[in-house]
């Protein structure tokens, strides 16, 4: 399994980005699809994750604002990134942790930059 992320990219404070994973293979069963960011210097953090039932998870920074979702159909995850700010900005990265601990997949990042 591969994972391709996109949507990236330089948008002014308040605006909106939505990032896609695309998994090349399908993914049959899985503990939960997610997205992670990275600043320099500082660790990976979790940002949102999707359930295999479907429930959700939010970091309380982004809580209300980046809702996460998945197309099955499409094999693809998203995050819509609303009223975007400038301590967004980072790396950010999809993950599909099939087994905890054991097997999971990560994507290449992509930048999001917020200017204010």
């Known amino acids: 399994v591969q994972l391709q992320a996109s949507g990236g990219g330089l948008v002014q404070a308040g605006g909106s980005l939505r990032l896609s994973c695309a998994a090349s293979?399908?993914?049959?069963?899985?503990?939960?699809m997610g997205w992670y960011r990275q600043v320099p210097g500082k660790q990976r953090e979790l940002v949102a994750v999707?359930?295999?039932?479907?429930?959700?998870n939010y970091a309380d920074s982004v809580k209300g604002r980046f809702p996460i979702s998945r197309d099955n159909a499409k094999n693809t995850m998203y995050l819509r990134m609303n009223s975007l700010k400038p301590e967004d900005t980072a790396v950010y990265y999809c993950?599909?942790?099939?087994?905890?601990?054991?097997?999971?997949?990560w994507g290449k990042g992509t930048q999001v930059t917020v200017s204010s």
């Open positions: 993950n599909v942790e099939v087994v905890p601990g054991l097997l999971d997949y």
């Open positions: 293979g399908s993914i049959f069963s899985f503990n939960h």
């Open positions: 999707i359930n295999d039932d479907g429930s959700t």
